[in-house]
């Protein structure tokens, strides 16, 4: 089988390259439009686009500097420097993302790649659409089993990191082909996609990876598909007009109110919601 690897890497390079040939030709007969795509307003950009945002921040009655306004006054003081609403209110929103995360899958029994993975891929959903990004993590999902399966076919003997390194390489070229193949069937939208969400997907693989280990194919989709919700939850969350607004006028509160939220969810020891669901009949007959 080791025998086969430099076939099929030369059969990758020739068909990248016949792909690349064919794309020129298209883009020169019209078939492409060499026309860059509108820009998409969201968090992720440094553009000025959230002028919804940017105008409520300047209607807001600040008052003298004190304790309970000073992060208000820090914001406004940080925007006029120079530094995108947009920006602020990500980094603000974040805690609260995770701290439902943790909140959903310890009060509730929802499951996932963890509580850190659901958020970046949330993220990564924000910056390029729910079809892209869709479509972008079930491509480096399938690379990543893809990969492994592959390694573990052709049985060769390498350490943990540089199995790694070839699943990354797997994985990016995915990516790549996925990127290069939707704009030509019509998926315009992947050609806006920029490289954060990328690189992002890209670096969570190895968590799916990490997750997958030891457990069977039924129990890895399942998981997979709970963590789907928890990134479809908090996207909803990042596209209220409401909740921006609110992490971003009123910091002392998110600050302050997300730490207290997480101790409070932290010390109950009951059973979950789920788990009462599923025990609800021996739970009755007690």
């Not at 794309?23 to 060499?34: K, R």
């Not at 686009?49 to 500097?65: D, V």
Request: hydrophobic residues 55%.
């Amino acid at each position: 089988m080791i025998k086969k690897l430099p076939c099929f890497l030369f059969f990758i390079l020739f068909f990248l390259l016949l792909l690349t040939r064919s794309h020129f030709s298209m883009a020169q007969t019209n078939l492409i439009s060499p026309l860059p795509p509108e820009p998409k307003e969201n968090l992720t950009g440094t553009q000025p686009s959230l002028s919804g945002l940017e105008k409520a921040l300047a209607e807001q009655q600040l008052g003298p500097l004190g304790v309970t306004n000073f992060f208000k006054h820090a914001i406004h003081g940080a925007v006029v420097a120079g530094v995108p609403v947009n920006t602020v209110v990500l980094i603000l929103l974040l805690p609260i993302l995770i701290a439902v995360i943790a909140a959903l899958r310890h009060l509730v029994g929802v499951r996932g790649f963890g509580i850190f993975t659901p958020t970046m891929i949330s993220v990564a959903l924000y910056a390029t659409g729910i079809i892209p990004g869709l479509l972008l993590f079930l491509a480096v999902l399938a690379m990543t089993n893809f990969g492994r399966l592959i390694l573990r076919k052709i049985r060769i003997r390498i350490h943990y990191l540089p199995r790694m390194a070839l699943l990354f390489w797997f994985i990016s070229l995915a990516v790549f082909l996925t990127i290069i193949f939707a704009p030509l069937i019509g998926w315009s939208e992947m050609a806006m996609v920029s490289i954060f969400p990328i690189l992002i997907l890209i670096l969570l693989s190895e968590a799916f990876i990490d997750v997958q280990k030891g457990r069977s194919l039924r129990e890895a989709v399942r998981i997979t598909i709970e963590t789907l919700f928890l990134a479809f939850f908090c996207f909803g969350l990042m596209k209220l007009q409401a909740l921006q607004e609110f992490v971003l006028l009123n910091p002392e509160i998110t600050i302050i109110g997300v730490p207290i939220f997480d101790i409070l969810i932290g010390r109950y020891t009951g059973l979950r919601l789920l788990e009462l669901l599923r025990f609800r009949r021996v739970l009755k007959e007690e």
